[in-house]
């Protein structure tokens, strides 16, 4: 294999350094001079691994002063190269990184005023050439960050100076203090004269440019009355591609690593993109992007694929980034916030359980209207945990987006079943061993079964057809044997789980499954019973005859499954024959 190519940026988000060090790097620079058009003050949340922190560390380098001479070799090859703004390399450049604030929530304010006076200190030793000695001394001697701010923006205003600020993770400060803290805490620091809403009271009078990043609008609704963003990019068709990889960019990134050699003919372009696009793509911004633009890659988890592809030749063991469990512990706390959760349980379970939701997206709402059924789905979906699936008049069809993500429901939904029935894994392991290697699923499905049965306690919680599915789901997606794909379409119809082998990473895997799932009320007769399991067996020949289904075996020998539960009793359960 090739050794001479360009590194995946994997976890690097220094611009200065994936062009000095020639990383590959996809072109995001044809969004500058939209910004500049669209306003001087600009809010935008994404997700999280969706480029944000690169993004911004790019924009401070394309606007700062101090590198108006290293423009072009920085820039060299990129669109804005050749279609550079009015106001590029014009300003002093202050960045704010609040996922850097200390992590000790007994100490807030230390925390915070420690981090922006060092944050304070840096820039006016930056741009010492700007300003007089005096002011240099006095903005180092000054205790508060407030304090530096005020003089900073003085001596600017009076030598007509003009300043840019970036805010990243704008809101990890303050949404750590609702997640562990509760409302009472968050609601003093964002409020009346709590330190974190002065601070920015100081920002929109002093900054010609502001551009803040995020992963909630939650902080930014409470801080409104002192600071009134002039466009929240967010929900914006303009920017819908900003941030995150198109199909085309990650094609074009196969490309190139297949061109230099550094990966082998065994994989071919559509064999990469097949394998990671159910993992990581169809994300949509915007409701007018939806019919028009290409759906989004989460850039994260791509170079997180890509960078162990290229490096070892194969792809992860795990489609799931490890770095997303710290995504699902903040979902967690967040569902639980002061122990109100219910309401938003029943959201949780009817999205794992359907699939999807319907809402409106609102574009910002206080903490303390978190539990409003619009603005916890938004919540969702500002997180990454749903995206824009289809328009329904005014309503917007809301959708997990992805395996990676719906992994997570599924996680959330097994903790909580298993704080009620512990889940031997030694023998689920065992039976997804036997099924997958050697065609011996019958454990596999009375294991299941019986968890469903003995998680009885729930009976509220998990009663009736649809949520028997979503537990399904829970402990089917508990292997990496398989990709699971719950209500696939074959033959006019839709399969309720399709155990698809994951043959690049496990191939050794030598079966394959399609389970039709009945559910029978308690009351059903035996009449009823017969003629439901009659109509199962047909509708999965059906299935099992689909000709897509059967160029996604790769070699595996198909199992047709029919499973019948009354009540939470598992009847009867056997493979069908071949048509």
């Known amino acids: 294999m090739s050794t001479n190519f360009k590194r995946m940026p994997y976890g690097i988000a220094d611009f200065k350094q994936i062009r000095n060090e020639n990383l590959y790097f996809v072109d995001k620079t044809m969004f500058f001079e939209k910004m500049e058009r669209a306003g001087n003050f600009l809010f935008l949340v994404r997700p999280r691994r969706f480029g944000k922190s690169l993004f911004l560390d790019m924009l401070e380098t394309y606007y700062d002063i101090n590198e108006k001479d290293n423009f072009q070799e920085l820039f060299k090859g990129l669109y804005v190269a050749d279609h550079p703004t009015p106001e590029q390399g014009e300003f002093q450049v202050l960045h704010?990184?609040?996922?850097?604030?200390?992590?000790?929530?007994?100490?807030?304010?230390?925390?915070?005023?420690?981090?922006?006076?060092?944050?304070?200190?840096?820039?006016?030793?930056?741009?010492q050439r700007y300003y007089n000695p005096q002011i240099v001394e006095k903005v180092h001697s000054e205790k508060t960050a407030a304090g530096k701010l005020n003089i900073v923006r003085l001596e600017a205003k009076k030598a007509q100076l003009k300043l840019y600020l970036?805010?990243?993770?704008?809101?990890?400060?303050?949404?750590?203090?609702?997640?562990?803290?509760?409302?009472?805490?968050?609601?003093?620091?964002?409020?009346?004269?709590?330190?974190?809403?002065?601070?920015?009271?100081?920002?929109?009078?002093?900054?010609?440019?502001?551009?803040?990043?995020?992963?909630?609008?939650?902080?930014?609704?409470?801080?409104?009355?002192g600071y009134n963003i002039a466009l929240n990019m967010s929900l914006d068709a303009r920017f819908n591609q900003m941030l995150g990889f198109s199909e085309k960019d990650v094609r074009e990134m196969i490309r190139y690593y297949k061109a230099v050699g550094a990966i082998g003919d065994d994989k071919t372009e559509d064999d990469i993109i097949n394998d990671i696009k159910p993992w990581y793509d169809n994300y949509c911004f915007s409701r007018r992007s939806f019919a028009t633009d290409p759906k989004m890659f989460n850039c994260g988890m791509v170079c997180y694929y890509m960078s162990m592809?290229?490096?070892?030749?194969?792809?992860p063991k795990s489609m799931v980034d490890p770095n997303t469990m710290t995504d699902y512990g903040?979902?967690?706390?967040?569902?639980?916030?002061?122990?109100?959760?219910?309401?938003?349980?029943?959201?949780?379970?009817?999205?794992?359980?359907k699939g999807f939701i319907y809402g409106t997206l609102v574009s910002h709402f206080p903490a303390e209207r978190i539990m409003d059924y619009d603005n916890f789905v938004s919540l969702l979906y500002y997180y990454g945990m749903l995206t824009i699936g289809g328009v329904r008049g005014e309503s917007l069809k809301l959708i997990i987006p992805n395996n990676n993500v719906r992994i997570q429901y599924y996680q959330y939904m097994l903790d909580e079943y298993q704080t009620?029935?512990?889940?031997?894994?030694?023998?689920?392991?065992?039976?997804?061993?036997?099924?997958?290697?050697?065609?011996?699923?019958?454990?596999?499905?009375?294991?299941?079964?019986?968890a469903y049965h003995d998680t009885t306690a729930v009976r509220q919680l998990i009663e009736g057809e649809r949520?028997?599915?979503?537990?399904?789901?829970?402990?089917?997606?508990?292997?990496?044997?398989?990709?699971?794909?719950?209500?696939?379409?074959?033959?006019?119809g839709y399969c309720d789980f399709f155990l698809l082998p994951n043959y690049l990473t496990y191939p050794m895997v030598a079966h394959s499954y399609i389970l039709e799932l009945k559910y029978l009320k308690t009351e059903a007769t035996e009449a009823e019973a017969t003629k439901q399991w009659e109509e199962a067996v047909e509708q999965i020949k059906g299935y099992a005859a689909d000709k897509k289904l059967r160029s996604m075996l790769h070699g595996t020998q198909l199992h047709a499954i029919v499973i019948q539960i009354k009540g939470y009793d598992l009847v009867r359960f056997d493979e069908v024959p071949k048509a």
């Open 96 to 127: 704010l990184d609040f996922s850097l604030v200390g992590s000790d929530l007994d100490n807030l304010y230390e925390n915070f005023n420690t981090y922006c006076g060092q944050v304070m200190d840096s820039f006016i030793d930056n741009y």
């Open 166 to 225: 970036i805010v990243d993770e704008y809101d990890n400060f303050t949404n750590n203090v609702l997640n562990v803290k509760g409302q009472q805490a968050y609601h003093e620091l964002t409020h009346g004269t709590g330190f974190y809403r002065d601070l920015f009271n100081l920002f929109k009078p002093m900054f010609y440019r502001i551009i803040m990043l995020g992963v909630s609008p939650i902080t930014l609704d409470d801080l409104t009355s």
């Open 309 to 315: 592809l290229i490096g070892t030749g194969k792809r």
């Open 330 to 353: 903040k979902l967690k706390r967040l569902i639980e916030i002061d122990n109100m959760e219910e309401h938003r349980l029943h959201v949780i379970h009817e999205i794992a359980e």
């Open 420 to 450: 009620i029935h512990a889940l031997p894994v030694a023998d689920l392991r065992n039976a997804y061993d036997g099924a997958a290697l050697d065609g011996d699923w019958r454990p596999l499905i009375e294991f299941i079964c019986k």
């Open 467 to 492: 949520n028997l599915q979503g537990f399904m789901n829970a402990y089917l997606t508990l292997t990496n044997y398989y990709q699971v794909a719950p209500e696939m379409e074959f033959s006019h």
